[in-house]
């Protein structure tokens, strides 16, 4: 009997359930491979990836990498480049979301990464809330100013908060018309476009209009507030990957089935939340290997439609985007066909540049946008401020 | 019997299992961290992109107005956490040595707890304690400030504990002041233990009262448990990690009011990538450390030169 080989998959939750559920079909055509998935939590799954590839040792056969750390990941050069043989991705480059593939590029290395599942960007609303303050959707989506009258509505009718936090949509904001080439914070020879860029200036205005007429309620994501927030109706709006319909339903808010409802962002901006990408390793053991699965994982379009219908994975593979699922209403949208809405945003997003300080550049962002909302500090020197500080980092 | 190892041998290889783990997990990351600091390293490029630059990193973080605004909050919650430790433990310490009798070991165990709990538990509890809306602690302000006397005092809205920047460093500090209280007064029992009781008898005969015999004999006699004391809490303080990582989500809070020193140097290198920056942070907190404890030892030395 042949010797069995033994490839390695390093993911976080929930891929490494994904890749699991998807093995037994592949191993019908690779009798003889193991596959071990090493799941880890999601931030030590990339604290171990970085110790990985900066030693050269205890690299996987296949690297799952998050989109926040795929601009530190893609520009390592530890990356093999899929456009090349043997693996000649770019016949199939097509076949993928085209924003996620680009996303997948990096400048100096090429295709270092395939996607796998994207977070295309939505608006969730409690339409109960709407309801009673009157409000109509069309008066969330039109424009940012009729956003926040309706947030002044709802606060008079309800009492509830807009938003979570102002800064949710400064986020949005800033990514709201990037020219082609450029990133969220840098241009394409990635200098900070933070002074300079009129996203940012009016991300703030908005943002701080929002705070001063009290429709935030300073809530984090993910923390205790929030999930409570989002169970109780106290934030109407929440605006996320379209995943969060996934995490409401299952253990954010169980108890609100039927009266969420998905939109498109304000201004109907096409943006995206995170993603799930495959990178083989250049010191990976088994490349061939790695690739049949990656293939397997990423071009299979029932393992892309398995892998939406049951871990929420909203499939990169367009031709996985068709069929029956799609067109089902979701109950816990009162009856929506919410993922037609999704599948539409998703073809209408732009692909952007990262950058290996994106990570500094939100924080340092951040940061600035506290100072704004809590200490009134002038919009304009915080731009100035916050470009000064991430250009002295760049520029190292 | 011939013995299996050669007595001149024997020694190094009973040591030699501590000196291979220190050698591997101590000594190597200290001189590897040194070295790191006079590189440009991002890690994911591997150890061949290590580039040499001199000073640069070590002039970059003293102009990092971070590394500073770090530094000042490290200094705040360290004092702040740190010197109610002992000014609590050591009178604690005195009740439960002498006033407690049989139950003296229950007490010190219950304050001990703290100490040994895991940090994760203890922060998903404080932040259930002093979540905004739902929290027990604005719940019970909400509930005292209904009383007469206390309404102009204390706020009429709930306080944003855990996202305002001034209320962050209090609550850090009030965390790792409940934590390490427990193992001070340890300290200070175990100290006040072994002070001779005929010091106490003859006071009591001179006529001394309960409080003169604390002051006259037991503190005195506990300066040098309170230099070693003093010094964990001074080191300890300046390293604070856990407890602000956790309460803040790993990233410092509203305007970075509850980001330390040892975790902007962690974010330094495992957010951002930037090992030869942290490297250079690492080394200039130790610096400090050794300012501070240098510090320290002179200000017990000299009193107890004056003793």
Redesign the interface.
Known sequence: MAQKTTIIVAAFPAVDEIVKASLQEWQKKNPNVEVKVVGREY?DHH?A???A????TGLPDVMTIEYGYLG??A????LEDLDKSPYKLSQYATKMVPYAMAQGRSASHGQVAVPTDIGPGAMFYRNDVLAKAKVKESDLTQSWESFIESGLKIKQATGAHLVAHARDVKDIVIRTGIPEGEGVYFDAQGKSVIETSPRFKRAFEVAQKIRVQGLDG???A????WG??LKRG?VTVQMMGAWLGGHLQNWLAPNTSGLWRSTALPERIATSWGGTFYAIPKKAVNKDLAWSLVQHLTLNSRQQQMAFEKFNAFPALIEAQNGDFFNQPVSFLGGQKARLEWKQTASQIKPTMVF??D??AE?IVN?EL??VL??NKPIDQALKDAHR?VQ??AS? | MKPMLKPALAPYVLISPFLLLFLVFGLFPIVFSFVLMFHMWDPVQGLASMEYVGLENITFAIEDPLVWTSLGNTLWMALASGLPQHLVAIPLAYLINEKMGRWRNAAMGAYFLPYITSTVAIAIMFSTLFSTDYGMVNAALAEMAKWPLLTAVLPAENIDWLGSPEAIKPVVSAVVFWRYLGFNVILYVAAMQSIPRDLYEAARMDGAKSWQQFFFITLPQLKPIMFFGVTLTVIGGLQLFEEPFILTGGKGGPEYAGMTTAMYMYRTAFDFNDFGLASAISWMLFVIILIMTVITNKAFKSKEGQA
Request: hydrophobic share 35%; no cysteine; aromatic share 6%.
């Open positions: 931030a604290t990836m970085t110790t590839l900066a030693t050269a530190r990941f520009q390592s050069g530890g300073k809530i984090n993910w923390s205790n507030e409570e927030a106290t290996k300080n990570s500094v924080e940061a506290d100072l809590n200490k500080l002295r980092r190292r």
